[in-house]
């Protein structure tokens, strides 16, 4: 997901709250550090037992065709690699990026900015302007992930999630 992996400064964004214990948390993207298709689902030891039947498997979900060794290993890559990592300069940077994306809220055909925590934003742009706002961001060389919703008049929008959060 892309509120995992340390993307809002924690593990998973359920830690930034004290007593926040989700029953059940899909990983992704982040979790194979997009080099490949991979996932995950975590399940409190509470609610386990309601999904798997006693007379199961331990692992019904297992075989060829759902895992590989070299999904696992890049998995385990990426986890050794975010535990090594210094997040002091997170806060910061995710406060800078805060700022600036709040700053362009009205702005040209930006209508919106959504976000709250880390390198996460949600951009939406004036109905028919996102695919000239796209090629004028990628013209300077930054890359968005291009979102359209349902609904009259349709959304759009750029979903900002830098994958370079803490290095330079």
Not at 126 to 144: M, N, R
């Amino acid at each position: 997901m892309l509120t995992g992996m340390w993307r809002t400064g924690t593990p998973l964004a359920s830690h930034h709250w004290d007593g926040c214990e989700p029953d059940m948390v899909i990983l992704s993207k982040g979790l194979g550090a997009w080099y490949t298709g991979v996932g995950a689902v975590l399940v409190s030891p509470d609610i386990a037992p309601f999904i798997r039947h006693e007379d199961a498997d331990p692992l019904p979900a297992m075989g060829t065709m759902a895992t590989h060794p070299l999904m696992a290993a890049a998995c385990l890559g990426v986890l050794d690699e975010l535990e090594a990592m210094d997040f002091t300069a997170f806060s910061e940077r995710a406060e800078h990026l805060g700022q600036a994306m709040k700053s362009l809220n009205g702005v040209g055909p930006v209508q919106d900015i959504r976000g709250l925590l880390g390198f996460l934003y949600g951009v939406e742009v004036t109905s028919g302007q996102l695919w000239p706002v796209t090629k004028a961001a990628e013209e300077q060389g930054v890359f968005f992930c291009p979102f359209t919703g349902a609904g009259d008049p349709k959304s759009e929008g750029l979903v900002v999630a830098p994958t370079d959060l803490v290095r330079r």
